[in-house]
């Protein structure tokens, strides 16, 4: 039977793309978005720098922000190296969407993309162009074709096995056979093509896109335990002898870096501890942090497996102690 055999977890944060010479400019853009506490409560930038500790200034030194970055490079390297060596016929790609295939005219609470290639872009959507200044703009890019867009491929088949499967068994997702005339695959996806895999030899992927960022319909982490669960027994009942892995783009805590928070979902993706995974509070899941729930959904999908490698950088950028939780795990 077929069966997933890999497990991964990676951040996807523009700040992952960025040089040594732009990490600090983060803190322009830090200084005008709108936070959240680690309650969950609105809070400006200059409420965060209030009450941030002292020895953030120092933390977010031009050196240690390199060091930071650097152990990062590494672990997005690591990763890189484990899916190459793990030989897939499939990745499942669970991510959020950011008004990139979804908009406000129709966003599922969980989507199956079943085309049979989907593409990446080398132009971004120009709301980004808008709202960012262009030095942001052009690190963003990264996640983007350099000259020409670029069309990977997708398991269609296993997408329209999974959609079927669902649908049979307590769960009914939206489905996409293309994108919008002119777009690409939003950053999520993008960021496996272009950061994570081998893209002299890309692995066909199933996208699965979770709206963990906008209300009133955001799933709950129960929910995406479950789905999880769900897509490892569909991906069992898949004819042949496949092998399949799935991936969790996102994450972890941002953008006000909640180290304890981000350890403790660590911890209880190798501990196996469901109960705590799916009762995570709704109030520390808003914003970036909502893309937590990705990694909640891939630990459902992978408690056959174990978590057999993690590593862990607080990414702080300013010193009100802004920035991502950065995360990177693999299960096998």
Not at 82 to 88: E, I, Q, R, S, V
Request: net charge neutral; glycine share 8%; hydrophobic share 40%.
């Amino acid at each position: 039977m077929a069966k997933i055999v890999l497990g991964l977890g990676t951040s996807h944060t523009p700040m992952l793309l960025a040089s040594d010479e732009t990490l600090r400019r983060f803190e322009e853009t830090d200084q005008k978005i709108k936070h959240r506490d680690k309650e969950g409560r609105p809070a400006t930038y200059a409420e965060l720098l209030e009450k941030a500790d002292p020895k953030m200034a120092a933390m977010v030194a031009p050196a240690a922000l390199v060091a930071r970055q650097n152990k990062a490079r590494g672990a997005i390297a690591h990763l890189a190296e484990t899916l190459g060596n793990a030989k897939l016929d499939t990745l499942i790609v669970m991510g959020d969407d950011q008004d990139e295939a979804y908009l406000e005219d129709c966003r599922p609470t969980f989507a199956i993309y079943y085309g049979d290639t989907i593409l990446n872009s080398n132009e971004q959507h120009e709301n980004y162009r808008q709202r960012f200044p262009e030095w942001y703009v052009k690190n963003r890019q990264g996640f983007f074709e350099d000259k020409a867009p670029r069309a990977y491929p997708v398991d269609a088949k296993l997408a329209m096995h999974l959609i079927d499967w669902l649908m049979e068994n307590g769960f009914d997702p939206a489905s996409s056979k293309c994108m919008r005339k002119g777009e690409g695959e939003g950053h999520a996806v993008a960021y496996v093509h272009r950061r994570v895999m081998d893209d002299t030899a890309p692995v066909p992927v199933v996208p699965v896109f979770l709206n963990t960022y906008f209300a009133p319909n955001q799933p709950r982490p129960k929910r995406c335990y479950a789905l999880g669960q769900a897509i490892r027994k569909a991906v069992e009942t898949y004819p042949g002898n496949a092998r399949v892995g799935v991936i969790a783009s996102g994450g972890l805590s941002h953008f006000l870096v909640d180290e304890d928070f981000d350890r403790a979902i660590l911890k209880a993706c190798a501990d196996k501890d469901a109960k705590f995974l799916q009762n995570l509070p709704r109030n520390k899941l808003h914003a970036g942090s909502s893309e937590i729930l990705n990694w909640v959904g891939v630990a459902g999908a992978c408690e056959h497996l174990e978590l057999n490698w993690f590593d862990y950088v607080p990414g702080y950028r300013t010193p009100a102690g802004t920035g991502t939780g950065l995360s990177f795990a693999s299960w096998a």
